[in-house]
């Protein structure tokens, strides 16, 4: 549902978190999924709430913005090449290596709880994320999206 559109990038190159926010943004507006305004949502809202995660064994971000930007609800998946830095969610002035990131377009409130709460619970297992880590194409990604009842 969330994911249907295929918006994966696997060993994405990025010098910066900019860089590799613009890429999943870039992609979801040319997909016409969301606004031309979606990538600064997405920059104004890390700079005041961060959405970077420590978690065993990679950092993670979640970078999402408002529903107004959203035409039509999906998430955006990426492993990066080598890790970008993020601020730490709850904690502005310390900084994680992150190497996945889900970007979230989502329109509805009760989504995004929902969204976040589920990926959260998907981060406390340290073997998922390294599945998530190391796969190498689409069909990987949604296989392991399928197991954890996210396809």
């Known amino acids: 549902m969330f994911f249907d ?22 992609k979801l507006y040319s997909s016409n999924l969301v606004t ?3 990538y600064n949502g997405i920059l104004e809202r890390e700079e ?19 529903a107004d930007k959203v035409i039509t ?3 955006a998946f990426a ?10 969610m709850g904690k ?11 970007m979230l377009a989502l329109k509805k409130a009760e989504d995004q709880i929902t969204m976040l709460q589920k990926l959260v619970e998907i981060f406390q297992d ?15 990604l949604e296989g392991i999206l399928l197991k954890v009842g996210l396809e």
């Open 5 to 26: 559109k295929k918006i994966s990038f696997f060993q994405l190159e990025a010098n910066d978190r900019n860089e590799a926010l613009k890429e999943l943004a870039a």
């Open 36 to 38: 031309e305004a979606f």
């Open 48 to 66: 005041k709430f961060p959405t970077g995660l420590s978690v065993v064994p990679y950092g993670i971000a979640i970078p999402h913005t408002e």
């Open 73 to 75: 609800a999906q998430i």
């Open 79 to 88: 492993s990066l090449n080598k890790p970008v830095k993020f601020y730490m």
């Open 92 to 102: 502005e002035n310390e900084e994680v290596d992150v190497s996945l990131i889900f």
């Open 126 to 140: 340290v073997s998922l994320i390294r599945e998530f880590a190391n796969c190498k194409n689409q069909k990987e």
